[in-house]
C-alpha cells in the first residue's frame, strides 16, 4: 500500500471522528502523529516544534486581550458602549440591532476576539433587542454575525497569528484591517436596517445630541482604552503585546477604582475564564503549526501552487484562494484556517502579484465570514449558547448579513486601497 494512500485512509478517518464531535486538536493530532508514522518523520519533532511553535513573543498578546475583555465587560465598560451606539443609531428603523453591530465594532477594538466579542454584546444587547420587539432569532443571529468583525477591526488575536506565521508586520497588518473593519459593520447596518424597516421592528427614539453626548461621557473609559492601544501602536510607544499587557493594566484599574464594578475577589474566576480561553486556543495553534509543517514537506504547496498557476488569471487565482478560505472557514476555526492555510496560499497570491498585507486582510475577512457559515460558524454556536436558541434556528436569520459580508469581502478583494491606504501613509 502506497503512502499516498495510506495517508489518504488516515485524512478520512480522522474527517470522520471531526464530523462525530471529536475535538479539532485531537483530530489534527491523530492525523500528525499517523501522516508522521507513514513517511518516516521521527515522532521527537512533535514535540519541539509543539514547543517552538508558541515559543513567541508576540503569541503573549492572544491571552492578554482575551483577559482586557473580559475585564471591559466585568467593569461594565461593554454596556456603556452599548448604551452610546444605541443613543446615537436609536432614530432609525432597526436602530437598536444597527447599534448592537457598532458596539461590537467598539468592542472588538479592544478586546480582539470573535466569539468574545458575540458572546459580551450578545449577552447585553439580545435581551434589549428582544425587548425591542425584534424576532429573538434574529437578535441572535445579529450579535453573531457582528462578532466577525472581532478579528478584523484592530487589535486582533488572528492577526498577531497572521504576522507570526508570514513574518509580516503585526501594526501594519492592524493598520490595514481597519477600513475593512469598518466597511464589514456598515454593510451589515445597512442589511440590519432593510430588514426591520421590512418587519417593523424596534422602536424608534428621538436623537439628541446632549443625550447622547451624555452617553458618550458615560463610556469615556472604552473610548480611552482604543485610544491607548491604538495610539501606543501606530505611534511606536510600544509593541502590539505589549499594548496588550498595558490595556489589561488599564482596564483592571478602570474597574477597580473608577467604576468599581470588579471586586478583588471577582478576579480569580475573571482570569479562570480567560485563562480557560487560552488554554484552548494555545494547544490547537501549537498542533497546526506541526500539521502545516508536514504539508510543507509533503509538497502540497507546490502541488496546489501549479493547480492554481495553470488559471494564469490574476483574478482566476484570487477567486479560487478566496473560494478555498471560505470552504475551510465553513469547517475549520480561524487559528487552525489561518496556520494551515495561510502559508500555502500566500505565496501563490504574492506570485500572482497581489501585495501580502492586502492578501492577509482578504485571507482573515473570509476566515470571519466561515464564523457564521454552516456547518461549523462558531459564532453561531456561541450565540445559540448565550441565547438558548438551537442552532439551526439562527441559520436562516444570517442570510442577509452574509451577503453584507460576502459584498463587503469581494470589495476588499477587488480594490486593494481598502487595506492599503493607511499603511502607505
Given at each position: 500500500?502506497?503512502?499516498?494512500?495510506?495517508?489518504?485512509?488516515?485524512?478520512?478517518?480522522?474527517?470522520?471522528?471531526?464530523?462525530?464531535?471529536?475535538?479539532?486538536?485531537?483530530?489534527?493530532?491523530?492525523?500528525?502523529?499517523?501522516?508522521?508514522?507513514?513517511?518516516?518523520?521521527?515522532?521527537?519533532?512533535?514535540?519541539?516544534?509543539?514547543?517552538?511553535?508558541?515559543?513567541?513573543?508576540?503569541?503573549?498578546?492572544?491571552?492578554?486581550?482575551i483577559?482586557?475583555?473580559?475585564?471591559?465587560?466585568?467593569?461594565?465598560i461593554?454596556?456603556?458602549?452599548?448604551?452610546?451606539a444605541?443613543?446615537?443609531?436609536?432614530?432609525?428603523?432597526?436602530?437598536?440591532?444597527?447599534?448592537?453591530?457598532?458596539?461590537?465594532?467598539?468592542?472588538?477594538?479592544?478586546?480582539?476576539?470573535?466569539?468574545?466579542?458575540?458572546?459580551?454584546?450578545?449577552?447585553?444587547?439580545?435581551?434589549?433587542?428582544?425587548?425591542?420587539?425584534?424576532?429573538?432569532?434574529?437578535?441572535?443571529?445579529?450579535?453573531?454575525?457582528g462578532?466577525?468583525?472581532?478579528?478584523?477591526?484592530?487589535?486582533?488575536?488572528?492577526?498577531?497569528?497572521?504576522?507570526?506565521?508570514?513574518?509580516?508586520?503585526i501594526?501594519?497588518?492592524?493598520?490595514?484591517?481597519?477600513?475593512?473593519?469598518?466597511?464589514?459593520?456598515?454593510?451589515?447596518?445597512?442589511?440590519?436596517?432593510?430588514?426591520?424597516?421590512?418587519?417593523?421592528?424596534?422602536?424608534?427614539?428621538?436623537?439628541?445630541?446632549?443625550?447622547?453626548a451624555?452617553?458618550?461621557?458615560?463610556?469615556?473609559?472604552?473610548?480611552?482604552?482604543?485610544?491607548?492601544?491604538?495610539?501606543?501602536?501606530?505611534?511606536?510607544?510600544?509593541?502590539?503585546?505589549?499594548?496588550?499587557?498595558?490595556?489589561?493594566?488599564?482596564?483592571?484599574?478602570?474597574?477597580?477604582?473608577?467604576?468599581?464594578?470588579?471586586?478583588?475577589?471577582?478576579?480569580?474566576?475573571?482570569?479562570?475564564?480567560?485563562?480557560?480561553?487560552?488554554?484552548?486556543?494555545?494547544?490547537?495553534?501549537?498542533?497546526?503549526?506541526?500539521?502545516?509543517?508536514?504539508?510543507?514537506?509533503?509538497?502540497?504547496?507546490?502541488?496546489?501552487?501549479?493547480?492554481?498557476?495553470?488559471?494564469?488569471?490574476?483574478?482566476?487565482?484570487?477567486?479560487?484562494?478566496?473560494?478555498?478560505?471560505?470552504?475551510?472557514?465553513?469547517?475549520?476555526?480561524?487559528?487552525?484556517?489561518?496556520?494551515?492555510?495561510?502559508?500555502?496560499?500566500?505565496?501563490?497570491?504574492?506570485?500572482?502579484?497581489?501585495?501580502?498585507?492586502?492578501?492577509?486582510?482578504?485571507?482573515?475577512v473570509?476566515?470571519?465570514?466561515?464564523?457564521?457559515?454552516?456547518?461549523?460558524?462558531?459564532?453561531?454556536?456561541?450565540?445559540?449558547?448565550?441565547?438558548?436558541i438551537?442552532?439551526?434556528?439562527?441559520?436562516?436569520?444570517?442570510?442577509?448579513?452574509?451577503?453584507?459580508?460576502?459584498?463587503?469581502?469581494?470589495?476588499?478583494?477587488?480594490?486593494?486601497?481598502?487595506?492599503?491606504?493607511?499603511?502607505?501613509?
Amino acid at each position: 500500500m502506497t503512502d499516498g494512500l495510506l495517508i489518504g485512509l488516515i485524512t478520512t478517518g480522522v474527517t470522520l471522528f471531526f464530523l462525530l464531535g471529536v475535538p479539532i486538536f485531537l483530530v489534527i493530532g491523530l492525523w500528525v502523529v499517523g501522516t508522521s508514522l507513514v513517511i518516516d518523520f521521527t515522532l521527537a519533532n512533535i514535540g519541539v516544534t509543539l514547543f517552538q511553535g508558541l515559543s513567541f513573543f508576540g503569541l503573549l498578546a492572544l491571552p492578554l486581550f482575551i483577559l482586557t475583555g473580559d475585564l471591559i465587560n466585568a467593569a461594565g465598560i461593554a454596556k456603556r458602549l452599548s448604551d452610546f451606539a444605541y443613543s446615537v443609531l436609536g432614530w432609525l428603523r432597526g436602530g437598536m440591532g444597527m447599534s448592537t453591530l457598532g458596539a461590537c465594532g467598539l468592542f472588538a477594538a479592544i478586546s480582539g476576539s470573535n466569539a468574545g466579542t458575540t458572546a459580551t454584546i450578545g449577552s447585553i444587547m439580545h435581551p434589549e433587542m428582544k425587548n425591542n420587539g425584534y424576532d429573538e432569532r434574529f437578535s441572535a443571529a445579529t450579535a453573531a454575525c457582528g462578532g466577525t468583525v472581532g478579528i478584523i477591526i484592530p487589535p486582533s488575536i488572528i492577526f498577531i497569528v497572521y504576522g507570526f506565521m508570514m513574518n509580516l508586520s503585526i501594526s501594519d497588518l492592524f493598520i490595514a484591517g481597519m477600513i475593512p473593519g469598518a466597511m464589514m459593520v456598515l454593510g451589515m447596518m445597512m442589511a440590519c436596517h432593510l430588514v426591520a424597516r421590512r418587519h417593523g421592528w424596534g422602536t424608534l427614539i428621538p436623537f439628541k445630541v446632549k443625550e447622547s453626548a451624555g452617553f458618550a461621557r458615560k463610556a469615556y473609559l472604552g473610548f480611552a482604552t482604543i485610544g491607548v492601544v491604538l495610539y501606543g501602536i501606530y505611534s511606536g510607544k510600544f509593541s502590539p503585546t505589549e499594548a496588550a499587557a498595558i490595556t489589561v493594566g488599564f482596564t483592571l484599574i478602570a474597574g477597580l477604582l473608577i467604576t468599581r464594578e470588579i471586586s478583588i475577589f471577582r478576579l480569580p474566576a475573571i482570569m479562570l475564564r480567560s485563562g480557560q480561553i487560552a488554554g484552548m486556543l494555545a494547544p490547537l495553534i501549537a498542533i497546526s503549526v506541526v500539521m502545516q509543517q508536514l504539508l510543507s514537506v509533503l509538497g502540497a504547496g507546490q502541488i496546489l501552487q501549479g493547480i492554481l498557476n495553470d488559471l494564469g488569471n490574476y483574478y482566476a487565482i484570487l477567486g479560487a484562494c478566496m473560494v478555498m478560505i471560505l470552504l475551510a472557514g465553513m469547517i475549520l476555526e480561524s487559528l487552525p484556517v489561518t496556520i494551515i492555510l495561510a502559508p500555502i496560499l500566500a505565496p501563490i497570491a504574492q506570485s500572482a502579484g497581489v501585495d501580502p498585507i492586502h492578501f492577509s486582510v482578504i485571507f482573515l475577512v473570509g476566515a470571519a465570514i466561515g464564523f457564521v457559515t454552516p456547518p461549523f460558524g462558531l459564532n453561531l454556536y456561541v450565540a445559540s449558547s448565550i441565547t438558548g436558541i438551537p442552532y439551526l434556528r439562527l441559520v436562516r436569520y444570517v442570510i442577509p448579513y452574509f451577503i453584507a459580508l460576502i459584498t463587503a469581502w469581494i470589495a476588499i478583494a477587488l480594490w486593494p486601497p481598502l487595506s492599503m491606504f493607511l499603511v502607505n501613509l
